[in-house]
């Protein structure tokens, strides 16, 4: 059985930049899930996608969209970099919603 | 809103003692709660997960507690080891929606 898996593992962009962040969900699992981890802090909702839908969404801008494939794969991607945006990026996948969630090993994301 | 709080914000203590770590939550209509270790940079690793029916977990050196009715988790960890220290984070599921929200964790120290 295959875990949750992310990539890129850094990422440096500079402000303004555009950035997409890739997540791999363990196998048989249908839902991922978003999260940013600011330095110190907890992870944080961005948004939830289930069988290629979004089913709910933190208080996040438009400016983070998402992306659920036909294999159950996602993409997070982020418009407009602003440097508040710098944070580990979390995925975690699921069987269904509200599930125990698996979490992969991030996308640690600087902006300059 | 639920809010997750977690005490202390850090410890550090001796190899071998037993410790405890607290998490408050403030709207008991959660769906389950869960502890996560998470090692610097790293993802997140999933140690118990406790449903809202449920009053304790136990894994091996681990003990998570819930009382639901006054919004409160321990995680009891028995004869501490350095290669616990790392930071300790709940999160609940809150029911009806579909995140995870975490607490800010107990970053845990343990010395030789």
């Known amino acids: 059985e295959t875990g949750v898996t992310q990539s890129p593992t850094h990422l440096i962009k500079t402000r303004g930049q555009q950035v997409t962040l890739r997540c791999s969900s363990q196998?048989?699992?249908?839902?991922v899930s978003w999260y940013q981890q600011a330095l110190g802090q907890g992870p944080q909702f961005i948004f939830q996608?289930?069988?290629?839908?979004?089913?709910g969404r933190g208080n996040f801008p438009p400016r983070f969209s998402g992306l659920q494939f036909p294999n159950y794969s996602s993409e997070l991607n982020v418009n407009a970099l602003e440097l508040d945006d710098s944070a580990l990026y979390l995925c975690?996948?699921?069987?269904?919603?509200?599930?125990?969630?698996?979490f992969g090993p991030g996308t640690r994301l600087l902006v300059l | 809103k639920q809010e997750v709080t977690q005490i202390p914000a850090a410890l550090s203590v001796p190899e071998g003692e037993n410790l405890v770590l607290n998490c408050s939550f403030t709207?008991?209509?959660?769906?389950?709660l869960q502890w996560f270790r998470q090692d610097p940079g790293k993802g997140l690793t999933s140690l118990l997960l406790?449903?809202?029916?449920?009053r304790e977990q136990t894994s091996g050196r681990l003990n998570a507690s819930l009382d639901k009715s006054s919004g409160r988790s321990t995680l009891y960890i028995a004869a501490s080891q350095p290669g616990d220290s790392a930071t300790y984070l709940c999160?609940?599921?809150?029911?009806?929606?579909?995140?995870?929200?975490f607490g800010q964790g107990t970053r845990l120290t343990i010395n030789p």
């Open positions: 975690a996948s699921s069987l269904g919603g509200q599930e125990t969630q698996y």
């Open positions: 196998s048989g699992h249908n839902t």
């Open positions: 996608y289930y069988r290629e839908e979004e089913n």
């Open positions: 709207d008991s209509a959660i769906y389950n």
């Open positions: 406790i449903q809202s029916s449920q």
């Open positions: 999160a609940v599921s809150v029911s009806g929606a579909q995140k995870l929200v």
